[in-house]
Nanobody, 126 residues
């Protein structure tokens, strides 16, 4: 079993920045792909950004966050950070750290995620 613990989040005004971090209890073959999903008010859970902690740390982003969010690894490989800049009200939601066995071709479906964190709230006001 893998436990994911998130830190960060909070409330900012539009244009502001926040940083999320996620630490995994261990690295396994089922958790080499780490990243973030979010669930906005009344919306379905969607993938935001993922990083393959092996194979050169390949990253994938949702189109809605490209150029604003950056996911990065932290040594040891069981931690990832999500730097969120130029936040907008539509970025409001609960952000969940996720770990999956594969993300070789993009952000995996939420149904392919093996492990979830408890969630971190992000609120962006206009």
């Amino acid at each position: 079993q893998v436990q994911l613990v998130e830190t960060g989040g909070g409330s900012v005004q539009a244009g502001g920045s926040l940083r999320l971090s996620c630490k995994s209890s261990r690295v396994t073959a089922d958790s080499v792909c780490m990243g973030w999903f979010r669930e906005g008010p009344g919306k379905e859970r969607e993938g935001v950004a993922v990083l393959a902690t092996v194979y050169g740390s390949t990253t994938y982003y949702a189109d809605s966050v490209k150029g604003r969010f950056t996911i990065s690894p932290h040594n040891p490989r069981n931690t990832v950070h999500l730097q969120m800049n130029n936040l907008q009200p539509e970025d409001t939601g609960m952000y969940y750290c996720a770990a999956a066995p594969v993300c070789s071709s993009g952000i995996p479906l939420s149904t392919s995620v093996y492990f979830w964190g408890q969630g971190a709230q992000v609120n962006v006001s206009s």
